[in-house]
Every structure is written in structure tokens, then in C-alpha cells.
């Protein structure tokens, strides 16, 4: 799609758009929905009820506020959302403009489901992989740029002093760092002192590869252990 639906809306959105509850979920999917069974396992045992409590609407789903190639503030109504992660005192949604007019964004809310901030990033990128490193405190996130593949470092110190009530501007990242070896981090996480970055490809096996996080948090771009993927 190249157009976007048009919004009377000036701050990111935080309702949900097409359930309100569980039952209302449920209703919607029907029973042929490819994710109707996994989502029964998932929750059998409990109950409707006890379920609506612990919903939290994914920021941005009706309207973003982000910025447009030319550094403008614009509402974006085609985001994408992408990876997902948490933190110790909050979750992370990263998402990426359908169409490709707007900048990509990281929604920063709480574990009641408040936004917290609207993070606006310094591209368009799928954004896809994101990671938390919980003993430096550090948010990794994928990126490209000139076609290669990289992952972005927000300390949390910087995310907490960062604002989208100051023009949206893009945040400025703590460490961008060219990952050897792997032609796109479609999906990334942390384990024991190392992130671990995946490709997905439709025509081949792809790689899951480990780069090591050295002293201070600083992530090691090179990589000598891969494994394959189907």
C-alpha cells in the first residue's frame, strides 16, 4: 500500500483497535484461524475474565506520531508492528511504516499498559530484532543502512531521558555496530553475555549467529559461531 488513512489525531494512539476483550478476540479469529489453537493451548486454564486484566493494547495501531524523510512531524496510520521485549521496569514494540513514509518507532510503555514514550528512529529500517541486555542495561535493536546489517544500542539511561513531547526527534543511539557474517537481523536476543542475531529467507536456509558483548556493554560485531537454519 502507498496511502495512508487520514487521522484527526496529534499523539500516538493507545486504544485497541480490533478487540476489546478476549471474548470479543475469540469471536473474530473463529475457529480456522491459523493462530485460533495456539492461542487456546495457551490460555486454557483460565478464564475469560481473568484474561481481560492482564490485556495490553499495542500502542500506534490507529495513529503513530513519528516524523516523514524531511525531519517533519507526521501521524503515521500504517505502522507495522515488529519485535517485542522487555525490560525491568517496562516493555518494548518496535514497528516499522508500511508504506515507507515515516520514520520506524520504538513504543516504551509499563506493564499496565501506559506509554510511556513514542520513540522516533533515525530510519526507516524493518526494525524487527530487538534484545534486551539486562546486565548492562542495554536495548539492541536491528537496523540497515547502505544494505548492510547492523545493531543499535539505546542505553536505558538514554530511553529515559528521551521525550516525544519535544518534535519527535530521532533518537541518538549508543553504539551502531556492522554485524559480520549475516545478511539481515530479522530476529535477535540475548543469552549469557552474547546477542544472538537470526536471518529469515523464503528461498534458502538462513544463519542464527552469536556476537559476544565485551566489557561495558560494547557488542563485538564479528562472529565465529553460526548456526543453520531452516
Avoid at 58 to 84: F, H, L
Avoid at 121 to 134: E, R
Amino acid at each position: 500500500a502507498k496511502w495512508e488513512p487520514k487521522t484527526d489525531l496529534r499523539e500516538t494512539s493507545t486504544e485497541p483497535v480490533l478487540y476489546d476483550t478476549i471474548t470479543d478476540m475469540k469471536a473474530k479469529m473463529g475457529s480456522n484461524y491459523p493462530c485460533a489453537l495456539i492461542m487456546e493451548q495457551g490460555i486454557e486454564n483460565y478464564t475469560d475474565e481473568q484474561l481481560d486484566e492482564t490485556l495490553l493494547a499495542v500502542p500506534g495501531m490507529e495513529a503513530t506520531k513519528t516524523i516523514t524523510s524531511k525531519g517533519k512531524i507526521a501521524m503515521c496510520t500504517s505502522m507495522t508492528p515488529q519485535g517485542i521485549v522487555a525490560c525491568d521496569d517496562g516493555i518494548f514494540i518496535s514497528a516499522y511504516c508500511h508504506t515507507h513514509k515515516h520514520n520506524s518507532v520504538i513504543y516504551y510503555m509499563d506493564f499496565e499498559g501506559k506509554l510511556i514514550s513514542t520513540i522516533t528512529l533515525s530510519s526507516k529500517s524493518h526494525v524487527g530484532g530487538l534484545a534486551y541486555d539486562p546486565v548492562n542495561s542495554v536495548l539492541w535493536v536491528s537496523e540497515k543502512k547502505n544494505g548492510e546489517t547492523y545493531l543499535a544500542a539505546l542505553n536505558i539511561s538514554t530511553i529515559q531521558a528521551y521525550s516525544d513531547k519535544k518534535g519527535s526527534k530521532p533518537i541518538k543511539y549508543d553504539q551502531f555496530v556492522n554485524l559480520d557474517g549475516i545478511k539481515v537481523a530479522s530476529y535477535v536476543t540475548y543469552n549469557e553475555g552474547a546477542i544472538w542475531a537470526g536471518e529469515f529467507t523464503y528461498d534458502e536456509k538462513g544463519e542464527l549467529r552469536e556476537y559476544q558483548i565485551r566489557d561495558k556493554g560494547i557488542l563485538d560485531g564479528s562472529s565465529d559461531y553460526a548456526i543453520k537454519t531452516d
